[in-house]
């Protein structure tokens, strides 16, 4: 059995993934080191993992309005300013606590590294280790196809040359910090600079998505293994149903003829959330429908929402995915891939109103693939008047009607429920260690 060390940082939507593959690998016999935000610490407990605390609080930078602007903007914005986020939440303060958590991995003494994308220290790691490494993606963004862009930047097809040329973008995210990046080699790897000793590619890119939610892709090689999501084993809150006030909410629904829908827009934040929930209220009214809200980290004001809403709303901080989609008729996000994902695993089909980064590119994955519905983006529903929520109301009054958006997404939720990603990207990682 091998040492490995994962890397992640970010949201939930982040974490998550690594700490089931990390669960597999120590079930596996593995030994397993886990760099993760320090506020994850329960999360990663659970894995047996050994944490690595990042500290970095994603969640209280984008309270404060500090997360850098998505996609294609936010490239140009981190290429044209070197300092940019805001205030102390600087790309350099995230910068030095990534290379710094990268770094204690060396304590680790791992043999082979599997990182997120935000690790720009992870391929120096691995050089200074004489170790392989794996780059795992979790949407289109690493590995160059003629067939989909980069869905970090980009929402809609743009033909083969400008699709793959793309992906040579994602690099230059970390542009910025090159020199930053040579110093920390220096001072603390004791690598000479890049340009005179690059840093090894990754022997492996794991795609932790599903091919399901993608046109056929013909043009990854064998290094590039796509393993379809990375969920439990075993999900306890599948099997643990509404908790009591939702299911009398959704009793009541029942009783006055109401579809019950759920909304909810995970991480997103940095918006009005007042203005979010003035345009939810409308858009609730508009379908006739109950809701089951979820605020998240603030993108909604729960409060300002059930005092608009009234007893059309069950106003929730936070609920476990597999608990409640299974329950309701259609699910209301911003379109992350983890919650899309949840949805159609439970046979759901979704409205998304995105908010930035990779959301407007599953979005149309979701229009173009018949299982879902684009509402107003979040930015719109914040800014937005009573004609914002009617239009939202209208959207989500479609999606109730149109039966073959649920019958495409129980069809997909199929293939999902049948695919096994943190096994597969085990097996992955492990045929890696054997062609060392």
């Known amino acids: 059995m091998a040492r490995l ?115 720009t220290g992870a391929a120096d790691l691995a050089q200074a280790l004489q170790v392989p490494w794996a780059q795992v993606a979790l949407l289109p963004c690493i590995a160059p196809t003629a067939v989909v862009p980069n869905a970090a930047l980009f929402a809609r097809d743009m033909g083969p040359w400008a699709n ?48 399901a939610l993608l046109p056929r892709i013909d043009d990854w090689g064998p290094e590039v293994v796509t393993t379809g999501f990375w969920r439990a084993e075993d999900d306890a809150a599948a099997d643990a149903g509404l908790p009591i006030e939702a299911a009398a909410f ?20 940095g918006v009005d959330g007042n203005g979010v929930a003035r345009s939810l209220a409308r858009a609730i009214e508009r379908a006739d429908v109950a809701a089951l809200v979820t605020t998240g980290w603030g993108g909604i004001d729960g409060r300002a929402l059930d005092r608009l809403a009234g007893d059309r709303v069950l106003v929730l901080d936070r609920m476990p995915h597999a608990r409640v989609f299974p329950h309701v008729d259609l699910v209301v996000h911003h379109g992350g891939v983890g919650t899309l994902a ?4 439970a046979d759901r089909a979704a409205v998304i109103c995105p908010w ?45 009607r149109h039966g073959p958006l649920t019958d495409t997404a129980r069809r997909i939720g199929r293939r999902l429920r049948a695919e096994d990603g943190a096994h597969a990207a085990m097996l992955a990682i492990e045929d890696m260690l054997r062609s060392r």
């Open 5 to 119: 060390l994962l890397l992640t940082a970010g949201t939930e939507g982040d974490v998550r993934p690594f700490v089931n593959l990390a669960t597999r690998l120590v079930a596996r016999g593995h030994e397993v080191g886990l760099a993760a935000p320090a506020g994850d610490a329960e999360m990663v407990a659970e894995s047996g993992a050994q944490h690595l605390k990042l500290a970095i609080d994603f969640r209280d930078m984008a309270r404060q309005g500090q997360a850098h602007a998505a996609g294609l903007p936010g490239l140009i914005d981190r290429l044209t300013r070197t300092h940019t986020l805001t205030g102390a939440g600087t790309l350099t303060r995230v910068a030095d606590a990534l290379f710094e958590t990268t770094a204690r991995g060396r304590s680790f003494r791992p043999d082979a590294i599997i990182a997120h994308p935000k690790y």
């Open 164 to 211: 793959r040329a793309s992906y040579c973008l994602t690099p230059l995210l970390a542009r910025p910090l090159a020199g930053r990046t040579d110093r920390w080699r220096a001072d603390i790897l004791g690598l000479p600079p890049r340009r005179k000793a690059p840093p090894p590619a990754a022997r492996l890119v794991l795609n932790a998505f599903s091919a």
């Open 250 to 269: 959704a009793t009541r629904a029942t009783a006055r003829r109401r579809p019950l829908i759920h909304i909810g827009f995970g991480s997103m934040s």
């Open 342 to 345: 949840s949805g159609l695993m």
């Open 356 to 400: 930035g980064a990779d959301q407007p590119f599953w979005a149309a994955r979701a229009v173009d693939g018949g299982y879902g519905l684009r509402g107003p983006g979040l930015r719109q529903l914040a800014a937005g008047g009573l004609g914002t929520g009617d239009r939202l109301g209208r959207t989500i009054r479609r999606a109730l």
